[in-house]
């Protein structure tokens, strides 16, 4: 009897073990509290935890921030209805892309701002679900397929140069195929790079906290690096191509394009520019703060990095729509006098491509 009981005392103790291990390793693992974390104000600088948070009122800061976020919805939303309400725009798969753009952007002025404004401002707790969902979109998803959509519209502009330089151009079907695929593709690309690690990094819920997560804190690293890096690079190394082999091209064009030569490719470069240098220091800040164990009094000042980096982030959201309007076709459709004709080819026939239309002013 002693040496069965010893035995069973022994598998028991070992069973127990068994059951205790895992949940000591997670012991080992940061607390990451979503609702707490989505109430911290980007415009104020916390010394220590971010424990005792309390709300925010409705000050002119606040309000400020409200009207940018109306900016950029009814903007966007004016210019998409725009652009899709006119025959000559929408037949033009370069104004797809842009109507792309503009709802990842839309994305801020929609969800961002004002679910931001909620978490602050609430003094009850805050939703759990929603407070994951806005680090989601905030922190990984909004940036990533921003990229990848300015990364389509360059990738649009490349084709049709180095086509038109080689003297050749696509067939209709395979100019709509490929805008198809630069329109879905930075959605699926981003919901497939960002979704799955985010809730990978999630190991289990603290029972004694509202929306508090044991978290792998080099998932969220790693999630932070692929939701920008790659995009942003491909960004950053076509968009000068393009420029380059819009440089490169020679007087004598296969076809018109639809917007005066050289003016197309520039706003692309532009509207890049300005996405990667709007994004990146939001990135670095991060980076930092995920990268170093900091101790220090001043490291609390990384908030102000934050801050500057979210607040470049919405005016470009905010600023974008008029970039848009630079391009000729959309600046004189807005005027009233766009009118488009075919363009014969040097051959006689007239070509079929979308881009094949040049503008006649007649100005009432």
């Known amino acids: 009897m002693g040496e069965e009981n010893k035995g069973d005392m022994t598998s028991s103790t070992m069973g127990d073990a068994n059951i205790t291990t895992p949940l000591r390793l997670h012991e080992n693992l940061s607390i990451y509290d979503f609702a707490k974390m989505s109430a911290v104000d980007w415009d104020k600088v916390y010394e220590g935890h971010f424990n005792q948070l309390g709300f925010t009122s409705w000050n002119g800061l606040n309000i400020g921030r409200l009207t940018l976020a109306i900016w950029i919805l009814a903007s966007h939303l004016a210019l998409i209805i725009f652009l899709l309400s006119k025959a000559a725009l929408?037949?033009?798969?370069?104004n797809l892309l842009i109507i792309n753009v503009s709802l990842t952007n839309l994305v801020v002025g929609v969800f961002l701002v004002p679910a931001k404004l909620h978490f602050i401002t609430s003094e009850v707790d805050r939703d759990c679900q929603l407070s994951m969902a806005w680090t989601l979109m905030n922190d990984y998803f909004?940036?990533?397929v921003s990229l990848l959509a300015v990364l389509g519209l360059v990738m649009e502009r490349l084709v049709y140069v180095f086509t038109e330089r080689r003297g050749t151009h696509l067939t209709r079907f395979a100019t709509w195929v490929n805008c198809a695929l630069y329109c879905l593709l930075p959605w699926l690309v981003a919901a497939i790079l960002v979704v799955p690690i985010f809730y990978e990094?999630?190991?289990e819920p603290v029972s004694d906290q509202h929306c508090a997560f044991r978290v792998r804190d080099h998932y969220f690293l790693a999630l932070q690096?692929?939701?920008f890096l790659p995009a942003a690079l491909a960004v950053f190394i076509t968009a000068p191509l393009a420029g380059l082999l819009d440089c490169l091209r020679s007087d004598k064009c296969t076809y018109s394009p639809s917007t005066p030569r050289g003016e197309s490719?520039?706003?692309?470069v532009l509207v890049s520019?300005?996405?990667f240098f709007c994004e990146t220091p939001y990135f670095v800040v991060r980076m930092l703060i995920m990268?170093?164990?900091c101790n220090n009094p001043y490291c609390s000042r990384f908030n102000d990095g934050v801050t500057g980096g979210m607040w470049l982030r919405i005016a470009k959201?905010?600023?974008?729509p008029f970039l848009w309007m630079v391009y000729s076709d959309i600046r004189d459709a807005m005027m009233c006098r766009l009118h488009y004709k075919k363009v014969r080819s040097t051959s006689g026939s007239i070509e079929d491509d979308e881009d094949n239309y040049r503008l006649v002013n007649t100005r009432m």
């Open 225 to 227: 690096i692929l939701s």
């Open 273 to 275: 520019v300005l996405a």
């Open 142 to 144: 909004q940036v990533c």
């Open 317 to 320: 959201a905010a600023a974008m």
């Open 90 to 94: 929408r037949k033009q798969p370069k």
């Open 265 to 268: 490719l520039v706003i692309a």
């Open 201 to 203: 990094a999630l190991v």
């Open 291 to 293: 990268c170093m164990e």
